[in-house]
T-cell receptor, first 115, second 114 residues
């Protein structure tokens, strides 16, 4: 059982380029999340998905989009990357969004550098 | 607004000593409080959590206490070991905008010296 996987592990991207970060979970969790973690700061929610077919905006959604075509996959797209999007991106999942259990489990992260 | 404050930002202890990290939260309706440990270059890992219907929970050397009246909760690590060195994040669940979301504290960097 892999849990949550993310790809790529790391990426250097030129400003203005489009990039999709991939996230897949095999726990059949309904809810999935994308966070960014900047140096010295905590985790900030970018987007979330309650269940397949639905998505919502978190604290810092600007410049990012997501889709949830099925239960397992939750890709994050940067349409036109900017240097301020340099960060470590974590995908997470939980069994549910609006009711217990609330435990969230994190993927290994993607380190993105925008130059 | 919705926030979780965490103190201290850094904590240095000698091996065998205890470590305490404290968090306060803003939403009195919050009912779930997890703690995550993040080692350098790794993902955050859930180490313990507490729900609002209990005041304390223990798991071996770690314990969490919750004071709902004061809206604060704490992580206690006893008999610290060098492998406890990591960044610890507290979080509180808050209902806003139609969904439950975890609001994280800014983290505490714990260093345990042999």
């Amino acid at each position: 059982i892999a849990g949550i996987t993310q790809a790529p592990t790391s990426q250097i991207l030129a400003a203005g380029r489009r990039m999709t970060l991939r996230c897949t979970q095999d726990m059949r969790h309904n809810a999935m999340y994308w966070y960014r973690q900047d140096l010295g700061l905590g985790l900030r929610l970018i987007h979330y998905s309650n269940t397949a077919g639905t998505t919502g905006k978190g604290e810092v959604p600007d410049g990012y989009s997501v889709s949830r075509a099925n239960t397992d996959d939750f890709p994050l797209t940067l349409a036109s990357a900017v240097p301020s999007q340099t960060s470590v991106y974590f995908c997470a999942s939980s069994a549910a969004l609006t009711y217990s259990p609330y435990e969230q489990y994190f993927g290994p992260g993607t380190r993105l550098t925008v130059t | 607004g919705e926030n979780v404050e965490q103190h201290p930002s850094t904590l240095s202890v000698q091996e065998g000593d205890s470590a305490v990290i404290k968090c306060t939260y803003s939403d009195s309706a919050s009912n779930y409080f997890p703690w995550y440990k993040q080692e350098l270059g790794k993902r955050p890992q859930l180490i313990i959590d507490i729900r609002s219907n209990v005041g304390e929970k223990k798991d071996q050397r770690i314990a969490v206490t919750l004071n709902k009246t004061a809206k604060h909760f704490s992580l206690h690590i006893t008999e610290t070991q060098p492998e406890d060195s990591a960044v610890y994040f507290c979080a509180a669940i808050m209902f806003s905008g139609g969904y439950n979301k975890l609001i994280f504290g800014a983290g505490t960097r714990l260093a345990v010296h042999p």
